[in-house]
């Protein structure tokens, strides 16, 4: 497991190169509003794979009624800062 990322922007840095890989997507084509309407990739695999990405990555468990609100970028940002207690 890699060091968690010690700010909200280091977080949302973080977030970005993580979409990049994921959705073979410029990481200045990602925002706060990128969501599974703007980017082609981000469909219910693509969420699953990110959800996955992410657990890995910070060592998280995301339940299910969590899962369903990912709806962009901004809100998966404010889940994973509750959760890493930012």
Do not use: C
């Amino acid at each position: 497991m890699m060091a968690k990322p010690n700010t909200r922007e280091a977080l949302y840095a973080d977030l970005i190169d993580m979409l990049s890989d994921l959705f073979d997507t410029a990481p200045d084509e990602i925002d706060l509003d990128t969501s599974p309407d703007t980017i082609d990739a981000w469909d219910s695999i693509g969420h699953i794979r990110l959800i996955a990405s992410i657990e890995e990555k910070y060592d998280l468990t995301i339940p299910p009624e969590e899962q369903v609100d990912m709806l962009n970028v901004d809100l998966i940002l404010g889940l994973l800062v509750e959760k890493l207690s930012y």
